[in-house]
Structure formats: C-alpha cells, structure tokens
C-alpha cells in the first residue's frame, strides 16, 4: 500500500529558529516525493520535490528537504523560522500508477515571534 | 498567465440537487485531478485523467463523476449531492507524472 504520514498535526517554534516538518513515505518502486505548503483560505502552492539525485533538494522560501531512501523519510527543514512561515504543510508522494498522488493529513507549522 | 482555475468558487446547495464543477487549466497538461480536502485527513484523490477521454479512480470516487473530453477542462460531477460530500474541493494539472501538479484556488461547497 502507498501512503505518506506526517506524524505531528502541529509543531510550534520561535522564530529565528531552525524548523523541521517531518514526513515519512511508502510506496512501490522509486519515490517521488512533494511538499506543498497552504495559507489560510488559499490554494496550495508547491515548495519543493525530490525527483532523483542530491539527497539534499533546496526549495521556495528558503525550505529545504531530506531525502533518505532508508528510514524513507523526506523531511522539510528551514535553517530560521519566520512568523510568516506559518501555514498549513502537505507532504505528497507518487504512487507506482500512473497519476496517482497520496497526501499526508498535513502538519500545521506556527511561528511565535 | 499559466494557471488552473475552477468555478464556482463558492457553492450552497441541497441535497439531491445536481452540479458540476468546473476546472480548466492553459498549461497544455496530460495529467488532471479532483482532490477534497477535509480537516484531519488532508487531501484525497477523487479522481484523475492521464489524458483525453482517459480516467481513473482514485481514493474516494464514490458520488462523483468526471470527463475529459478537451485537453484543458476536467469538470466535476456530482449528480445526486450528500452532505457528506460537504468539503473544499481542489482541481490539479501535472505536464507528466513526475512533475508537481499546480493547483487551482479551490472550491468550498456546502451540501444541505
């Protein structure tokens, strides 16, 4: 079975702080994997994907992603937290079918000043 | 400038009463989908389209219906709406299947 979790529905941090979204994935044959980040009352806007190559994937807004094929994980970090960061995070894979994309429950990251 | 949209992005409606929601993108993209998404279980694929006249279930097809009959639209059908069907609805277009689908604005719907 295919399937992504995120298994903090929240995580909080100061700002200036680093930051981590954590996202764990499986799914048949080579992942490609998505983060994807939601305002409020906005549609979703892509951050980032880990397609093949660096282990390490730079994306929007200063995030970055970790992507590690044996604890299949595909973490999303920032080196310093904004208040502005504060949103809704999806992280997102593809599945062996052709169109096929599963999401995780999203994990809401806020940033207290 | 390159995008997906939908409409109506608001809609009230009632039980049993048909309506179709429409999703357009100017991309020239094979690949189209209809998620909803619902607080606590994040987005689900409801259905998805590799290409003209090409469709496919996702996770949750159960009271909906889709087309593709042009390249750039992918309408939603729900013919016979349930309350549960109540949610935020988001359309999606991909240029092939590793790339990262664009979204439109979504649509919230309030089934009565």
């Known amino acids: 079975a295919q399937s992504v979790a995120q298994p903090e529905d929240q995580v909080n941090v100061a700002e200036g702080n680093p930051l981590t979204v954590k996202c764990t994935y499986s799914?048949?044959?080579?992942?490609?994997l998505f983060w994807y980040v939601q305002y409020p009352n906005r549609g979703l806007q892509f951050l980032l994907k880990?397609?093949?190559?660096?282990?390490l994937v730079k994306g929007s807004y200063g995030f970055e992603a970790e992507f590690n094929k044996s604890q299949t994980s595909f973490h999303l970090k920032k080196p310093s937290a904004l208040v502005s960061d504060s949103a809704l995070y999806f992280c997102?894979?593809?599945?062996?079918?052709?169109?096929?994309?599963?999401f995780g429950r999203g994990t809401q990251l806020t940033v207290w000043p | 400038e390159a995008q997906v949209t939908q409409n109506p992005r608001y809609l009230i409606t009632v039980t049993g009463k048909k309506l179709t929601v429409t999703c357009s993108q100017n991309?020239?993209?094979?690949?189209m989908s209809w998620y909803r998404q619902d607080p606590g279980l994040g987005l689900r694929q409801i259905y998805y389209s590799m290409n003209v006249e090409v469709t496919d279930k996702g996770d949750v097809p159960e009271g909906y219906k889709v087309s593709r009959k042009e390249k750039r639209n992918f309408p939603l059908i729900l013919e016979s709406p349930s309350p549960n069907q109540t949610s935020l609805y988001f359309c999606?277009?991909?240029?092939?299947?590793?790339?990262?689908?664009?979204f439109g604005p979504g649509t919230r719907l309030l089934v009565l």
């Open positions: 880990y397609i093949t190559g660096d282990n």
């Open positions: 799914v048949s044959g080579n992942p490609y």
């Open positions: 999606a277009s991909s240029p092939e299947r590793v790339g990262a689908p664009s």
């Open positions: 991309m020239n993209h094979e690949y």
């Open positions: 997102a894979v593809r599945g062996s079918t052709l169109g096929r994309l599963y």
